[in-house]
């Protein structure tokens, strides 16, 4: 059985209805257990208000349910608003603020929370995913369903997954590098392997668990590839059945594309590169041992089927059918980022600043913004500005990043103005003062987006053109006296 990402509907259903389709943390799902929760899903959504382009947010952390419900939405015609636990509730509030949806479904009580449900005004949606938004709030990139299904088409055609792939899955469903492995299974009538936070913080039971469910397909971003290698496990001779690593949302270092070819020679290394505005992902190339002989820093491989990419100015912009409709109720960036191409399709400035050699061969160089990635997270460094000045008795905020001397992001440290912290010299808050601050800024930002460590200061720096001067930030930092 699969799931057909044109008709919206399962077909084949009567080839193989036992196979596995979803190992969760909780349970695990046959192709045809999958199909009836689906439809029960579906009903029970629906009497809740769920109708076609009436959204409904799935908020949880890995179980079964979790993907239940986005293939129930499917089936509905309602675009799902996936929402992990690392999001703290008042950032869920945020988001159902913004969007509105029919009910919020609870994955792990199994339970609709009503909401409001006015239908979107984008039709047709697949659904509806959050990304750090440099207001302060995050923003929703709306992913139509024609767009999904390109990406189905995209990587059974060209990523040579074989039949029934079977992909370990990481990343939270809240970002959208888990929806390669979500849309890959439908498509397919593989197996998706999902793997919560408290396992993998296991390392032995959990690569254990993959070596019984028999992984073929590795998806995370090249950060958490690298966690991984300091683990023995972590080998052919533990998980034989792994063919593909597929890697996405950050530049993939040539050193570990090169250990992982020491280790796993038999595999294959993809790298694909693209904006969550575009379903995650536009280019891709297999890493090859010629490829990393001619180059490094490596590229980011060719424009899928059915896509064209342009350098603008230096700037990496995306035209296709895969393009977002919009930011949700954003039509101000909706007028900087989309664009109408000459063929009459949508297209999408990055940000990303690119290089292409002769013959479409890409090279991502970097942002031309304050968006970062941190172990393989998308932040915008704005909404953590703006939580840092949310502070009691800040008067203003901001944050920098301490890199590594490639470049790559390693530290958050944030700094506070205001006459109630801030002394004459710039200083750390002492350790009860970071506590209580940190806790502060946990209750509105991600794990990933709390600072590391946080600096009182008399002033900002701000630069010429009064933004916030985050290379000055970083000389603070460094002066200030241990
Ligand atoms: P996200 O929306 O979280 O997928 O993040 C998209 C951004 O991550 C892109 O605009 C790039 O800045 C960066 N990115 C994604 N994939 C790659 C890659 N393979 N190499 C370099 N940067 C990447």
Redesign the pocket.
Known sequence: MRFDLKSFDFVECERAPDALAVAAADRNLSWAQLRAEALAWADAARAHGAAPDVPVAIYGHKQASFFVAMVGALLVGAPFVPVDTIYPPERLRCIVEIVRPAAVFDAAAGRFEPGHGAPLAERGLAYVMF?SGSTGDPKGVQIGRESVGLLGDWMLGSFGLGDAPVFMNQAPFS???SMYEVFATLASGGACVLNARELIATPVAWIARLAEQGITVWVSTPSFAHQQLANRDFSPATLPTLRTFL??????PAALAKKLRQRFPDAAIL???????ATVATTWIQITDAVLARHDPLP?GHAKPDCELLVTDGEICIVGDHVMRGYLNRADLNEQKLFVHADGRRGFR???LGQMEEGGLLF?RG?MDD?I?LNGY?IELAEIDEALHGLPGAEGGACAVLRRPDGTAVRLIGFVTGAAVAGEQPAFLDAQALSNWKDLLAQRLPPYMVPSELVACPALPMSNNHKIDRKKLIDIYAGIPA
């Open positions: 990304t970002f959208d590098l890697f996405c949302g950050e530049p993939l790298n694909t590169y693209g904006p969550t505005e980011v990055t940000g990303d991502c942002r968006q990635k998308r």
